[in-house]
């Protein structure tokens, strides 16, 4: 089946810093990459949707100076989380799929923890 | 290694109920949920089990045993609206989520 990794599981940083997250599709071609934020028992807010070679797609409320979005690859998007706050502490899930409206594989996600 | 495990696709009948598996194999259990995704859209979260026994919520209820590394979600009177996949995701002892496949579900009028 169809393998999400995302790196790396978890991270403390300091506030101000700037934390990058990897999403990497190992077994697949992913032209379309999304990035959620998810609060603890909560929906997956969706943050933005990248196409390989493009610009991400942001939603209405998320930062795109703040939240920085690479997907220079057909199997590798980031995410750079820049100058953290304690509020942008949160686990960030990153799915993949093969065209922007297919099937979506999800990663473990990432456990961000700004102090 | 860590597994979940989840049908496919199921078809029901609208008004009818469906009750969709979910077998995990994973290290550690720090608890399970189920999400409904429609084409196109994010995931939406349904439940949260992390004790035995079973969840409800309206229409929908999730049941969950520990021992048997095996939950449930149940869906009662049917609409259509619910045609959607059904994600099982697992938190394990390290706070990652471990994904199924997902359920598409069909129904039908």
């Known amino acids: 089946g169809a393998v999400v990794s995302q790196h790396p599981s978890r991270v403390i940083c300091k506030s101000g810093t700037s934390v990058k997250i990897e999403c990497r599709s190992l077994?697949?071609?992913?032209?379309?990459m999304f990035w959620y934020r998810q609060f603890p028992k909560q929906s997956l807010m969706l943050m933005a949707t990248s196409n390989e070679g493009s610009k991400a797609t942001y939603e209405q409320g998320v930062e795109k100076d703040k939240f920085l979005i690479n997907h220079a690859s057909l199997t590798l998007s980031t995410l750079t989380v820049t100058s953290a706050h304690p509020e942008d502490s949160s686990f960030y899930i990153c799915?993949?799929?093969?065209?922007?409206?297919?099937?979506?594989?999800f990663g473990p996600g990432t456990r961000l923890t700004v102090t | 290694g860590q597994n979940i495990d989840q049908p496919t696709e199921m078809t029901a009948t609208e008004g009818a109920i469906v009750q969709i598996n979910c077998t995990y194999q994973?290290?550690?259990?720090?608890?399970l949920f189920w999400y409904q995704q429609h084409a196109g859209e994010a995931p939406t979260f349904l439940s949260y089990n992390v004790l035995d026994g079973l969840e409800e919520k309206g229409r929908f209820s999730s049941f969950l045993s520990r021992s048997k590394g095996y939950s449930y979600l149940l869906l009662k009177e049917l609409q259509m609206k619910d045609s959607a996949s059904y994600l099982c995701?697992?938190?394990?002892?390290?706070?990652?989520?471990?994904w199924g496949a997902g359920t598409k579900l069909i129904i039908k009028p």
């Open positions: 799915s993949a799929s093969e065209t922007e409206f297919s099937e979506q594989y």
């Open positions: 077994d697949f071609q992913a032209t379309t």
């Open positions: 995701a697992v938190m394990d002892s390290n706070y990652q989520l471990i």
């Open positions: 994973t290290s550690g259990f720090n608890g």
